[in-house]
């Protein structure tokens, strides 16, 4: 038709004659509506607003075709928009809902599917009331299944306008939609009709309330019938998206899993290679819902007996992508209660993946801590004194199941004071609350409204949410209590929509978990499950679903909605879900705790990588969780760990690591070093128990080397009392071991021979070894009166003497002070040898300051406390020149030395010094002097090695270890 045949033809839609309008409807739609640019010559004609106006008339073989005509032209926006100005929404409700003809039905139906894409037009709709014609074109009646596919399309575009969702669920639209899974679908068009309701459930249960929910779910045969679709290839990824939005809902989840959707995921979940599984809406989907289906206990039954633990635990282990970890840790959070499930999970290696994602946490998150000096945190000493004075009652609550609340105030003194600890079971306690909270609200509370929510140190009580039906209502799982999720709140998991316009949000919150950081007392949360709120987005929903879709109509040709056999999906967009770090340590830890109250031994809680995880976790985080120390506490005390503990060095690195401050006046150390003193006590209690000795006594004798290597250096750590000491170290050579050790310097024990020194000191500690004394406090006269030994060196006494020295230089003293003071000079001078008639005697082997000192001695008639001027050098020759001249004062002269000089950076000099002067009895016992410091003086650890490494690299190595363990030994033998 040319452009003249198109504008006489549209112009007859005025006439007045019903069969002129008819024809050149059908005309129209025949000739002009085949064209290219039919729809738009019609638009531009200004012939729709005609087409609008014929809805007005009640002939129904004009209102067919014109209806099939406007459903056309409305696939495009610019019509749409059009018609609306033209007001076509309340003569097309109209139709709808006066005129009965399926065809007309259908074709009304089409046409506000179409309309509805426009959300005003949508929004005008409602408000006309359109929804309860289309329930009754959507219901299983006299309707054409073409009829109700249309319906439940437009129904489907019409969810799009949030606000009046509530009034379609009235009028029980999504449970007419949900109905008609029921039907048989064996024609063409019925498998049409079939993929219609499922898209349109899709999108329902995007984000659905619990009404919307409870209309889905609550004919347990529609339920059926779709999960008994899965299996259809081009249906089973539109259905497994509809069951994972079903699933943020407590009660549809309880619904689903007696359906036996459980099974259906875990079978569709079993096979996948989790590493290189793709972040698709569909196995997103699966993963998710597998997750959500663990918040209750019935359906974590369910899990356990299809096969899904191992599955959530793969995917926690092998996933790449963060948000699917996230979702199986929680989910494995809520098996912590479950005996039988963990069990299953502990031999899949529950132990092992949990300590390597919180290595990686520490990877990621971990450093040395900075300096906290106690001025910085004016309570740090108050709480750690408060601390230490109940640590043996922490202890003992550790171990402890029940709940407790730890609340801590001062006194009128300033002092800490605990006040009574209850358990939340306890009757008397809940009683009290209860009494306390109505009076607060001055009104009554029955006992089944009150419900406690763990929100750090602090109970609140809200009331518990509705269920839907006495069926519903019995108590599943406790955590129901508290994962009950409200209508009108975003779920924190994906749910998901077919739509291009509106992509699904990833709703997994970013909110602290219950078991805070401020949860320091309880080792479990104040409820059943550990994880126990549904958390909301930060982002609002996008209201409608704004979605660009052609259709086409079953019959006489027309356009209609159609679906290719298989559902394309909107791929996931990007989004940045929020994953709170500290909120998975948390579950980490709450798993390792659980798995470290079980009562049969976990061996992956003893090896190595467990053990030294949880070590960097506390050392290397900052504010880490009390809970790790707890957990190792548990592990250390724990007889059937006893040996592997000491066999994988922990003790070495907990003392090491905790027992070694790295800063003075840190706060942060001082805890560190509390927790290590707390751990070594647990081991060390262990060790004395009869058990312990057994085991010790047994590996001593009849294990291999490389474990009786590892026992002697960690016994004198652990083992306090002399018997068993005297016991393992000499009976069963323990001491021999160490020295062999020393001796040795073999490359592979290297690492074990860093911990000797320390194992040492704690061995002379146990042994009551006391260092000497090296205070200072009562000095001489002349080290404040500023009078120098070299003052009056040079004077010409009397009867004066010139002492010549080996390098030429002279001394003048006084031969009386000499022949009164030393026996040996006054033999000398006296005698009948050649220097008595000498006035100058050469001295050798003798230095000038040694000699001035000696003159000082003499004159002074005694050691003084402190002699100015002297070094560490010249006092050790000073000593033996005493001892060669017969001098008294050794003795003073030794302790002065040791008392003066006796320094970490001096003891190996002073031992090499004192080797090399022979077997003088006073050389001797400044070398014994020097061994109790090396072993017994409170020096770091690090000096106290580097004190080993000198000695044993000096001329004398065997000679200074043989004095080492020649003490030790002796004190062994000691009877006290």
Known sequence: MN????????????????????DTLVLIRKKILQTECGVKLIRERRALEDLVNILHKPNEKILDVTLSILGNCCLEHESRVEVANYGIAAPLVAVLHNINRDSI??????????????????????EKGVISGLVVAADVGENSIATR?????????????????????????????AKLLATPYESKEERELLNAVIKALVVFSYQCSEHCARQICERGSDLHSLLSLVDQVHLKDSIIICISNLCHNANARLILGIANAVRIVVKELTGHNFNTLATTDVCSALVSTLCLFSRESVNRAK????????????????SPVDIYKSRALHALAHFIYDEISLQELLKEGLVEVLISRLNDFVKVKGKVHSVIPPESRPNAKRSRTHQHSHKSENDDMDDSSNFRINKEECDDSGNWKATKRFRLSSPS????????WSREKGSPISPSSLEFKHTGSMLDHTSSPSRWSDSLTADWSPSNLSCQMSPDSPPPYKTWALSAASPPHDMMSGASSPLSHS???????????PVCHDASSDEELEEGIH??????????????DSRSSSPELQPVSTVCENVNAGSDQSLILNLLSRVSHMETPVEDLAVHNTLITLLDYITLTQNPLPRAARVLRRIVRNHNYFLKILTHQFVLSVHSRLCQPIHQHCVQCDKLDDIGRSLLTQVILVSSSGYGEGELSHHMLKSDMAVRRMLAVTIPYIVKKPRLLKRFLLEYRGLDILQELLCQKRTEEATLMEHIPDSLSM????????PPQLNTAHEDETCSGGFSPYDGASEEPDDGLSLILDDGSKVSTNKNLLCLCSPVFDAMLQGSFMESSQQSVRLQHVSYSCVVHLLYIMRLGRVPHCLPGLNLSTAMELLVTLDKFLVPGCDQLAELIIRQFLKPKTVSCMYQHMSEMGNLIYCNYIRTRTVEFILAAEITSKDRLNIFNELTETVYPHQALEDVFHLLQEKLLSPN
């Open 547 to 560: 979605e660009e879709e052609k259709a086409e109509e079953p019959a006489n040709s027309d356009k209609c």
């Open 519 to 529: 949860s320091t007392d309880c080792d479990w949360p104040e409820m059943y499950s």
């Open 763 to 770: 061995l002379a500690a146990s042994l009551k070894i006391s």
């Open 303 to 318: 899990i356990r007996r299809a096969g899904g633990l191992p599955i959530i635990l793969a995917i926690y282990r092998d």
């Open 429 to 436: 306690f809940v009683a009290v609350q209860k009494e306390n």
């Open 3 to 22: 452009e003249t045949d198109v504008n006489n033809t549209l112009l007859k839609l005025k006439s007045n004659a019903n069969s002129v309008v008819y």
């Open 105 to 126: 039905q259908c074709r009304a139906c089409r046409l506000v599917g179409n309309l509805a894409q426009n959300y005003n037009l949508a929004l005008e709709l409602h």
């Open 149 to 177: 596919q249309m319906a439940v399309r437009a129904l489907r575009m019409l969810w799009s306008v949030q606000s009046q969702r509530s009034n379609m669920l009235e009028l029980n639209a999504v449970h007419k939609v």
